[in-house]
């Protein structure tokens, strides 16, 4: 067994059902006073819900084929984590929509597409979940080592994006361990992860579009120019997320090749104002 392989084991993945006030009302842009900013996470959210779910399925189609007691174990931690992520987003989502963001139009375009995607073979939904959850687990892994990132944002998105960090991380490896005991297919893995990217990102750049068409609002220099800098600066989400993706093409990758863990280790110690809002 690797070293990876135990770390994935000795994980205790815990879903934790958790009380954020979405009714408290927010800015319109609501992440830094910036619609860039904002309207990317606003979009990334409304695909959590549909998408979390997807997750969930795709990893069920192989429960009968798994007999190994602890990947069971994780694999229901896992579906737990994943549903209590959509149920959270979705009430946001519906914060969001009542501001007047058409995020019900983008709801319903990916409802559609997870449709379509459902048509695949289990081996390749598989593959795009374990893409996802290493994209998922490398943004996750920024927010927990930069947090005042977040300090200027509504502090209901913030606690909502630091605790589906830590799930994240918790679980990143579940999905992956079902496809390399059941599919164990690299091309698959590297091919689909390129397409998944190139999908995920070129969808969101237009649902930002429609988000900031609704709004009829055009980004000011400022908000370019402080958008550039929080994605792509020294310290910017997705330039970090990049050396993250980076990883996942090494032949033999294993997600807990990247330690995480100290990000998530008393968690709660670090966040209490996050950890008083779980109600179970």
């Known amino acids: 067994m690797t070293d990876a392989k135990k770390k994935s084991e000795q994980v205790d993945i815990k879903p934790r059902r958790m009380d954020f006030d979405t009714k408290v009302p927010m800015d319109t842009f609501a992440c830094n006073n910036n619609s860039l900013i904002s309207t990317f996470f606003y979009a990334l959210s409304a695909l959590f819900p549909d998408g979390e779910r997807y997750f969930i399925h795709s990893v069920r189609n192989y429960r009968a084929d798994i007999k190994d007691e602890k990947l069971k174990e994780q694999i229901r931690g896992f579906i737990g984590q994943e549903a209590h992520h959509g149920v959270s987003h979705e009430a946001l ?4 929509t009542d501001m007047g963001f058409p995020l019900d139009r983008i709801v319903g375009k990916l409802h559609k597409r997870v449709e379509f995607l459902k048509k695949f073979s289990r081996e390749r939904q598989l593959a795009l979940t374990v893409a996802m959850e290493h994209f998922t687990a490398s943004l996750a892994e920024f927010l927990l080592k930069n947090p005042d990132i977040l300090d200027e944002a509504d502090p209901t998105i913030r606690n909502m994006l630091l605790w589906h960090a830590v799930e994240e991380i918790e679980h990143k490896a579940v999905a992956f361990d079902v496809f390399r005991e059941h599919v164990d297919d690299e091309f698959m893995r590297k091919r689909v992860m390129v397409i998944s990217m190139i999908s995920l990102f070129s969808r969101l750049a237009v649902y930002q579009f429609w988000l900031l068409r609704s709004q009829r609002h055009f980004p000011s220099w400022r908000e370019w120019k402080e958008a550039y800098t929080f994605f792509w600066g020294k310290k910017g989400v997705l330039r970090d997320n990049v050396k993250g993706l980076a990883k996942f093409f090494r032949t033999g990758f294993h997600p ?10 008393d968690w709660e110690k670090r966040f209490p104002e996050i950890a008083s809002l779980q109600v179970n």
């Open 256 to 265: 807990w090749d990247i330690d995480q863990n100290y990000l998530i280790e």
């Open 93 to 96: 989502n519906q914060a969001i």
